[in-house]
C-alpha cells in the first residue's frame, strides 16, 4: 500500500509564492509503483482538476494552461517526495490540492491515478 501526505498549503496574498510537499511511504518509491506523481486541485463545487505531472526521472513534466509559467512540478526520489513550487499566486487558485500517484505513463485525469493523498487547503487572498 502506498500513503500520501501533503503539506505546505495556507493563507497567501495574491502574488505571493507557496511550495507544497507530497511525501510518500509505504511502498518502494519506484517506477513500478509512482512513476508518475500528480498534482490536482478542487474546489467547492467544481471537478478536480489536472494541475501538473512528472515522471520518475524528472525529464517530463506536464502542465495546466492555467499554472503554466507560475507553478514549477519537482521531485526529490531519495527522499520519496514531490514537490509544487507556486508563485505569483492568484485568486482562483484556490482549492484543495491533491497529489497523485499511478504506475504507467503521464496522464492528466485523475481517473487514471491509483494512490491519493487527503489533500492541503490553498486560499489566495486577494
Known amino acids: 500500500q502506498v500513503q500520501l501526505v501533503e503539506s505546505g498549503g495556507g493563507l497567501v496574498q495574491a502574488g505571493d509564492s507557496l511550495r507544497l510537499s507530497c511525501a510518500a511511504s509505504?511502498?518502494?518509491?519506484?517506477?513500478?509503483?509512482?512513476?508518475?506523481m500528480g498534482w490536482f486541485r478542487q474546489s467547492p463545487g467544481s471537478e478536480r482538476e489536472f494541475v501538473a505531472v512528472?515522471?520518475?526521472?524528472?525529464?517530463?513534466?506536464y502542465y495546466a494552461d492555467s499554472v503554466k509559467g507560475r507553478f514549477t512540478i519537482s521531485r526529490d526520489n531519495a527522499k520519496n517526495t514531490v514537490y509544487l513550487q507556486m508563485n505569483s499566486l492568484k485568486p482562483e487558485d484556490t482549492a484543495v490540492y491533491f497529489c497523485?500517484?499511478?504506475?504507467?505513463?503521464?496522464?492528466?485525469?485523475?481517473?487514471?491515478?491509483?494512490?491519493w493523498g487527503q489533500g492541503t487547503q490553498v486560499t489566495v487572498s486577494s
Open positions: 497523485a500517484a499511478r504506475r504507467g505513463i503521464l496522464r492528466r485525469a485523475a481517473n487514471d491515478y491509483d494512490y
Open positions: 509505504g511502498r518502494t518509491f519506484s517506477t513500478s509503483v509512482m512513476n508518475a
Open positions: 512528472i515522471n520518475f526521472s524528472g525529464s517530463s513534466t
